[in-house]
Nanobody, 121 residues
Framework: QVQLVEFGGGLVQAGGSLTLSCEASGTIFSINAMGWYRQAPGKQREFVAVIRDGGTTDYADSVKARFTISRDDAKNTVYLQMNSLKPEDTAVYYC???????????????WGQGTQVTVSS
């Protein structure tokens, strides 16, 4: 069984910074992509950023140059450094990871429970 647990959400003023982290634990052989998504009230969940096992990254246009995704494979952890936060960044942030349980297994998608980020104006 695999669990993803997010940390680091909270309330911050516009222009401020927050760092989210998400640790995967359980039966893990390897992790391919790790990413962050968010869902604002009344809206669909949307992509924020992804980092692949080779280190390549992609970002949503709305967060480019403000957010930085990174990972620590020794800790099975992905981070999201968020700078210059705006009220429109307010949402529940979810991490996602593509995890292989054992050698030869396909990658399985797992989600964290979400962490609230609120940016006040």
């Amino acid at each position: 069984q695999v669990q993803l647990v997010e940390f680091g959400g909270g309330l911050v003023q516009a222009g401020g910074s927050l760092t989210l982290s998400c640790e995967a634990s359980g039966t893990i052989f390897s992790i391919n992509a790790m990413g962050w998504y968010r869902q604002a009230p009344g809206k669909q969940r949307e992509f924020v950023a992804v980092i692949r096992d080779g280190g390549t990254t992609d970002y949503a246009d709305s967060v480019k140059a403000r957010f930085t995704i990174s990972r620590d494979d020794a800790k099975n952890t992905v981070y999201l450094q968020m700078n210059s936060l705006k009220p429109e960044d307010t949402a529940v942030y979810y991490c996602n990871a593509a995890i292989r349980y054992y050698s030869g297994n396909r990658f399985n998608s797992h989600w964290g429970q979400g962490t609230q980020v609120t940016v006040s104006s």
